[in-house]
């Protein structure tokens, strides 16, 4: 929608969709919950300044400037959803898109953002990835990335990104994750064997709160720059024996340390587990940095191969905390 168009255009349009949702915000909040419906507001007009902003230098580049219209698109799309109360059937999504399913616990209806190979087919089975976005992040800025659409493309996977409604570290609404894995699993073809469950970042901490619910539902779990901290250690080492585990990291993140992720997979490593380490020389918290170390785990994953970090050393325990 807003390709080829000038970042003043674009601004405008998504200024006057936010004006439009504003004016609607007191049903859409019936709809999809009090806390909510601000948000998706916000991220119209922030979205809207951040393409008339002089030093937002991320949409300077050409990728940069097609994965920000990419989200913006998204947001656009969520808010025109919940205005005309009309969802986009999760089955109908072909490349990038956004809808909205009902949560089974409070009956409101949650976002999801999905990218699904153009060549898609449900004679094809697919295999599927449950990711959750980081702290401060949407769905939509996740999915919008484009080392996920290559991903996604290349490895004929489709992305699932739920909405973790603002909470820290998905605590309260782990329930919409696995609505929004009922839903793929309903809409879509998947490849048996082949359902995995990703995080970056916070979600990247969540991965091992979030999967203990349901083990079973998943064949793998996929951290990239986050760590299993002690508070969930047990939980998490009691009930994930059957699943392989990723985790991908950049030697130079300055937000969760490489160390953490390195303890993590020692110690997954030593409790019998099969876990697999992987880090980005250089590469920064930044997804889009990871452009070498998140493939190679995600083709891993895919293929079902276990590579034990023997490199790491043992007995360093494990973070107290999210950061």
Same mark, same amino acid.
């Given at each position: 929608?807003?390709?080829?168009?000038?970042?003043?255009?674009?601004?405008?349009?998504?200024?006057?969709?936010?004006?439009?949702?504003?004016?609607?915000?007191?049903?859409?909040?019936?709809?999809?919950?009090?806390?909510?419906?601000?948000?998706?507001?916000?991220?119209?007009?922030?979205?809207?300044?951040?393409?008339?902003?002089?030093?937002?230098?991320?949409?300077?580049?050409?990728?940069?400037?097609?994965?920000?219209?990419?989200?913006?698109?998204?947001?656009?799309?969520?808010?025109?959803?919940?205005? /005309?109360?009309?969802?986009?059937?999760?089955?109908?999504?072909?490349?990038?898109?956004?809808?909205?399913?009902?949560?089974?616990?409070?009956?409101?209806?949650?976002?999801?953002?999905?990218?699904?190979?153009?060549?898609?087919?449900?004679?094809?089975?697919?295999?599927?990835?449950?990711?959750? %976005?980081?702290?401060?992040?949407?769905?939509? &800025?996740?999915?919008?990335?484009?080392?996920?659409?290559?991903?996604?493309?290349?490895?004929?996977?489709?992305?699932? /990104?739920?909405?973790?409604?603002?909470?820290?570290?998905?605590?309260?609404?782990?329930?919409?994750?696995?609505? +929004?894995?009922?839903?793929?699993?309903? /809409?879509?073809?998947?490849?048996?064997?082949?359902?995995?469950?990703?995080?970056?970042?916070?979600?990247?901490?969540?991965?091992?709160?979030?999967?203990?619910?349901?083990?079973?539902?998943?064949?793998?779990?996929?951290?990239?720059?986050?760590?299993?901290?002690?508070?969930?250690?047990?939980? +998490?080492?009691?009930?994930?024996?059957?699943?392989?585990?990723?985790?991908?990291?950049?030697?130079?993140?300055?937000?969760?340390?490489?160390?953490?992720?390195?303890?993590?997979?020692?110690?997954?490593?030593?409790?019998?587990?099969?876990?697999?380490?992987?880090?980005?020389?250089?590469?920064? %918290?930044?997804?889009?940095?990871?452009?070498?170390?998140?493939?190679?785990?995600?083709?891993?994953?895919?293929?079902? +191969?276990? &590579?034990?970090?023997? &490199?790491?050393?043992?007995?360093?325990?494990?973070?107290?905390?999210?950061?």
């Amino acid at each position: 929608m807003f390709a080829g168009m000038a970042p003043q255009a674009i601004a405008e349009r998504l200024r006057s969709e936010a004006a439009t949702y504003y004016a609607n915000v007191v049903q859409i909040a019936h709809v999809t919950s009090r806390d909510n419906a601000f948000d998706y507001f916000w991220r119209l007009r922030n979205d809207a300044n951040s393409w008339t902003d002089p030093n937002a230098n991320y949409i300077r580049t050409d990728e940069g400037r097609r994965a920000f219209a990419a989200m913006s698109e998204l947001d656009f799309s969520l808010a025109s959803q919940l205005i /005309a109360r009309s969802y986009q059937p999760m089955g109908s999504i072909r490349g990038l898109g956004e809808t909205l399913i009902k949560s089974s616990t409070d009956g409101t209806m949650q976002p999801v953002a999905l990218y699904v190979p153009t060549q898609y087919s449900p004679s094809k089975p697919a295999q599927l990835v449950v990711f959750l %976005h980081g702290s401060n992040q949407p769905e939509s &800025n996740l999915v919008a990335l484009p080392i996920i659409s290559r991903l996604a493309e290349e490895t004929n996977t489709i992305v699932v /990104a739920p909405y973790g409604r603002n909470a820290d570290d998905f605590k309260g609404t782990e329930s919409d994750v696995y609505d +929004a894995l009922a839903a793929a699993d309903a /809409a879509f073809a998947i490849e048996p064997g082949h359902q995995y469950l990703a995080g970056y970042s916070m979600g990247g901490f969540s991965v091992y709160s979030v999967a203990p619910l349901k083990p079973s539902d998943w064949n793998a779990v996929l951290s990239v720059a986050g760590a299993l901290v002690q508070r969930k250690a047990a939980r +998490a080492t009691s009930t994930m024996h059957n699943l392989r585990i990723y985790i991908v990291t950049g030697s130079a993140d300055g937000l969760v340390p490489t160390l953490w992720p390195q303890l993590t997979a020692s110690y997954l490593r030593d409790a019998g587990f099969r876990v697999s380490f992987y880090s980005q020389q250089n590469g920064t %918290h930044d997804l889009r940095s990871l452009t070498a170390a998140l493939p190679q785990a995600w083709d891993d994953m895919e293929r079902g +191969a276990v &590579n034990l970090p023997w &490199n790491l050393p043992s007995g360093g325990g494990l973070p107290v905390a999210n950061p």
